[in-house]
């Protein structure tokens, strides 16, 4: 009896925790689920058609929040530096155009020829990657690593310490964590939080 | 005696204005922000983070007012704003904000951009950074915590658990 209960009690808080997992979105050691995404150019984009990646920098971001303004450039210069060496970055915008229409995909199509993105920008259509991953603003990001097949989550935050002065950062969380991938160490600080935007989605 | 009437009149509404309790409009750091927040002061208040550009910041503002006026006149509520813009556009923008939206609450401009990742979690451990949040503090004391936009009933409801 005491045996069956037990039991019992493991599979209750075990269906609470899966619950609240799939609530909160992603945590480090999580594998990222792969999605299929229109990009700027109109083609569909997924993780796995980069066959020879190492991981990739997903981050949530979109045209009208001035903190995902304020970091395009240096978004930019993360797939500079690291799609060269397996780690390119995948931006994604999670807003619905309804709520949000500076963030409609036309809008996104003349931000990335206006900025000359160099990496795919997405729209996350019907608002469905976004809440898997947990993104809950703009910019969010998710250092992916792929181990043994998945895209296992490595890192969550914010690109770095300062959104409004890039000449005063001193902590550049992302470059530190993808640093330490490439150089097969623990990453040092694998979550920050920042202030973002609220990704703007119908309500529930 | 006419003139001792208007002189009268004149200090009458002199002392008036210095006694109309002009709001606090002023930057701050976190550490300046905590002392505000953390008061013994037996009131409950509702502290809520913005900024201009926050979308549904501002959508939810007019209900904030509102609700801050009907409690306002209680003894134990007071209720802060905590904007989030750039402190260089404290005086030309966030205070012309304030004044055409007629926000009569005490609103502090938090300029802490380098230590977020501090005092996000020292607010709330479940805070993601996405504005608006609402916080209540009792007494100084954290009781509530609300990430997203509020109605003016949800915020009503969310007080009078409190109150």
């Not at chain 1, 993105?117 to 603003?137: E, H, R």
């Not at chain 2, 989030?84 to 609103?107: P, Q, R, W, Y």
Request: proline fraction near 4%; charged fraction near 25%.
């Amino acid at each position: 009896m005491k045996k069956i209960r037990f039991i019992l009690s493991a599979v209750v808080l075990l269906a609470i925790s899966v619950q609240a997992g799939a609530q909160s979105g992603y945590k480090i050691g999580d594998a990222a689920t792969d999605f299929k995404l229109k990009n700027v150019d109109n083609k569909t984009v997924s993780l796995s058609d980069y066959k020879s990646a190492k991981g990739f920098i997903v981050v949530f971001t979109c045209n009208h929040c001035p903190f995902a303004k304020a970091y395009q450039d240096r978004i930019i210069a993360l797939d500079k530096k690291y799609a060269s060496l397996g780690y390119p970055v995948i931006a994604i915008n999670p807003n619905d155009p309804k709520l949000e229409p500076t963030d409609s995909f036309e809008a996104m199509q003349v931000r990335a020829k206006e900025k000359g993105f160099t990496f795919p920008y997405l729209f996350d259509d019907g608002q469905k990657v976004y809440p898997q991953y947990g993104a809950t603003k703009t910019p969010h990001v998710f250092v992916l690593n792929k181990e043994n097949g998945k895209n296992i989550v490595r890192y969550i935050g914010a690109i770095d310490d300062n959104y409004a002065k890039p000449e005063e950062v001193s902590n550049k969380y992302v470059e530190a964590a993808v640093d330490a991938l490439l150089a097969g160490k623990p990453i040092a600080q694998t979550t920050t939080v920042a202030i973002g935007c609220g990704i703007k989605a119908q309500k529930m | 005696m006419k003139k001792l009437f208007i002189l009268s009149m004149a200090v009458i509404s002199l002392n008036c204005f210095a006694q109309s309790n002009k709001p606090i409009q002023k930057i701050v750091n976190f550490a300046q922000l905590q002392t505000v927040l953390q008061q013994n002061d037996n009131k409950l208040c509702v502290v809520n983070f913005w900024a201009t550009w926050c979308k549904p910041c501002v959508k939810e503002l007019p209900g904030f007012m509102e609700v801050n006026k009907t409690y306002r006149d209680k003894p134990g509520f007071k209720m802060i704003l905590v904007s989030l813009d750039m402190a260089s556009e404290m005086d030309t923008h966030v205070k012309a904000f304030l004044l055409k939206n007629n926000i009569d609450t005490d609103v502090y401009l938090l300029d802490d951009n380098k230590r977020m990742n501090e005092w996000i979690p020292a607010i709330d451990k479940k805070w993601s950074g996405a504005i608006p949040a609402t916080v209540i503090y009792r007494n100084g004391r954290k009781v509530a915590f609300e990430e997203g936009e509020l109605s003016k009933e949800e915020l009503v409801k969310m007080i009078n658990n409190y109150l």
